[in-house]
């Protein structure tokens, strides 16, 4: 399975992104997917994950971001408003096991 993320680039403190990764290849069925970030010198974090009937999100993000998907484009989303210089990182998404996208980076000036 290959994921292609994109939406990345450059905002003002509180303004909005939408992120997007493309699932392609030989997939039968998604249940899990979810958005990781990596900051400067710090740890991939999770972000946001997705399954067929739950949603869940760091505490850092949590009525700011919104993860969804569309199974029939096998596309995976997430949307950024109110976005805060913290945010600042590479995000990446997700397919458990092993599969994940390139990085997108997402840079939110002050």
């Known amino acids: 399975v290959q994921l292609q993320a994109s939406g990345g680039g450059l905002v003002q403190d509180g303004g909005s992104l939408r992120l997007s990764c493309a699932a392609s290849?030989?997939?039968?069925?998604?249940?899990?997917m979810g958005w990781y970030r990596q900051a400067p010198g710090k740890q991939r974090e999770l972000v946001a994950r997705i399954t067929s009937d739950d949603t869940y999100y760091a505490d850092s993000v949590k009525g700011r971001f919104t993860i969804s998907r569309d199974n029939a484009k096998k596309t995976l989303y997430l949307q950024m408003n109110s976005l805060k210089p913290e945010d600042t990182a590479v995000y990446y998404c997700h397919l458990p096991p092993t599969s994940w996208g390139q990085g997108t980076q997402v840079t939110v000036s002050s």
């Open positions: 290849g030989s997939i039968f069925s998604i249940n899990l």
